[in-house]
């Protein structure tokens, strides 16, 4: 059972915005940093935000990422259907003393 | 080139013991933990602990102690992931990643990830 609660799914059209949130606590995503990662089936998981809302060199500014209390957002803009997969966000938690991800959300482009 | 290459996949059967392995290359394997994360058929990721291939400390979500070792060699910048007696419920893919690399927990280069299948 993941401390970090996500949107099982969301779908748009190509060339829409998607957002995925989230949710935590103050022993996660309160007082620590939020990765997100995206998981395209068969492969291993990418980084695409890190520190809230920075991204590593080559990921395109389409990806956004935002955190507010003990919750954060990623922000998807110009879907494209190479897009489809599923994103975790991601983050220490201070009780567990453990790295904990969040349940997943499945991106469809419709 | 940052590259974490795995070991190949794994079909045991409950009771044997196992140790997966993950090789960085490209970067001072010394300077940024390892960390190991499961992902069993059709679910999402789980973080099962971390190693500091530079003095070897390691540390270990609370719902892995115990069932798992993770160690380094850092000699050859190889890390492993140990099991001492297989269950058919550990069946899943495993992915090592480099974590820190930004200063906190993230993972930003990751291996190709270890099918190990227990029957």
């Known amino acids: 059972q993941s401390v970090l609660t996500q949107p099982p799914s969301v779908s748009t059209a190509p060339g829409q915005k998607v957002t995925i949130s989230c949710s935590g606590s103050?022993?996660?995503?309160?007082?620590?940093?939020v990765s997100w990662y995206q998981q395209v089936p068969g492969t291993a998981p990418k980084l695409l935000i890190y520190d809230n809302n920075k991204r590593p060199s080559g990921i395109p500014d389409r990806f956004s990422g935002s955190k507010s209390g003990t919750s954060a957002t990623l922000g998807i803009t110009g879907l494209q259907t190479g897009d489809e997969a599923d994103y975790y966000c991601?983050?220490?938690?201070?009780?567990?003393?453990?790295?904990?991800f969040g349940t997943g959300t499945k991106v469809t482009v419709l | 080139e940052v590259q974490l290459v795995q070991s190949g996949a794994e079909v045991k059967k409950s009771g044997e013991s196992l140790k997966i392995s993950c090789q960085g290359s490209?970067?001072?394997?010394?300077?940024?933990?390892i960390g190991w994360v499961r992902q069993m058929p059709g679910t999402g990721l789980e973080w099962m602990g971390i190693?500091?291939?530079?003095?070897?400390?390691?540390r270990y979500s609370p719902s892995f102690q115990g069932q798992v070792t993770i160690s380094v060699d850092k000699s050859i910048s190889t890390a492993y992931l140990q099991w001492s007696s297989l269950k058919a419920s550990d069946t899943a893919m495993y992915y090592c990643a480099r974590q820190g690399f930004y200063g906190d927990h993230e993972g930003d280069n990751w291996g190709q990830g270890t099918l190990v299948t227990v029957s």
């Open positions: 103050s022993s996660n995503i309160g007082n620590n940093y």
């Open positions: 490209g970067y001072s394997f010394t300077s940024y933990w």
């Open positions: 190693i500091y291939p530079g003095d070897s400390e390691s």
């Open positions: 991601g983050t220490w938690d201070s009780s567990l003393s453990a790295y904990v």
